[in-house]
């Protein structure tokens, strides 16, 4: 199966596109995987699948000239398929300077964010609304096995061994199936069907990222150290791993589908919502794997989006249920900021702030 018709598959199996005439946004750095997604995703506007597209490429202004250059290819692509396109430039070194922060997931939040933005003038434009828009992203099987090792070594929470979502919100990632080199082989391909393709001064078709070599950065570490060793034993590891994920997705997903139950059955939410929740008393009776998905539920909920879930701060909430009801007078500081309290009448979690307001009282 060709990877046109893989993204055409992977678009209808897992709903990608709720309205066929919503915009897609493309987000394409210039590197193999993006730049085979714009030419798929020009083949499948061209045959109606998905809607009117657009590229986005973000310049991290990370590379100098190099970084220069990705822009000016990713608009000669455009150009070429006859795609609007908008490039922005985001200094992520001055904002990671100032916020002390990582430049990986600065760099990831930016882009996004611009992605949003993007996504929402391209909504308007098109007379949609901004729900039925949707985010396209390159990430491949590779990427996903990647990251399946990558939370092997450092740990995962509930369904992380799934890996990647084929559908995040409005980020959709129609290239889940296909291997990064089933994706050159396509781009060289389209040499031989006569259809065009760009090229760099370099006579490059897509452009290569020299930091993705580097392996003291986590994921390029796994790319070129672990995942060759584990192809070196199975040479048909993309295809056996996808497919023990998706099992692993599918079990998940019903998990998951039991647990938003028991989130709207037994998690009141405080008023105003920033001021916590309360869960139920209920919930002690239920067994310790779903418990712990309502808490990563009702966690994510009440933290920034870029906050990761603690698992000490999961582990912390379900150890206020005891003998199968709140423990009485149990109190926990979690993630820095949020009080878990219990009593009677449930588990209370709240800005550490509105809890000490409250114990004065």
Known sequence: MDVVEQARQAIRA??????????????????????????????????????????????????????????????????????????????VDAIARAERGNIEAIARRERYAAAREALEDLCRTHSMPVSSGRIFVAHTADDRVENFYMRSIVGTGPGGFRSMLYLNGQVARPLLDAGRE??????????ERDLPVVRDREEMLWREDATNQHTDRFRAFVRHEIVPLAKERNPQLLVTLTR???????????????????????VVRLEPAEDGCVLSPMLAAERVPLLRRVVFKVLESLLDPDDRVET??????????????????????????????????GVRIEPMAAFRTRRRK
């Open 14 to 91: 897992h709903d990608l596109i709720e309205d066929l005439d919503a915009p897609v946004l493309l987000m394409v750095s210039g590197g193999s995987d993006s730049v085979a997604l714009a030419y798929i995703a020009a083949e499948l506007a061209g045959a109606g699948v998905v809607g009117p597209i657009s590229i986005l490429h973000v310049n991290h202004k990370l590379r100098g000239e190099q970084a220069d250059e990705d822009a000016a290819f990713v608009a000669e692509l455009a150009t070429l398929l006859g795609i609007e396109h908008v490039t922005v430039e985001i200094d």
């Open 182 to 191: 089933e994706l050159r082989d396509y781009i060289i391909g389209r040499i």
């Open 244 to 266: 023990t994920m998706n099992l692993i997705a599918d079990e998940d997903d019903m998990l998951d589908a039991f647990a938003d139950e028991l989130v709207a059955r037994h």
């Open 312 to 345: 000490a701060s999961v582990e912390a909430i379900i150890d206020a249920f005891e003998h199968g009801r709140p423990k009485s007078g149990y109190v926990a500081n979690i993630q820095g900021n949020l009080a878990v309290s219990s009593n009677k009448q």
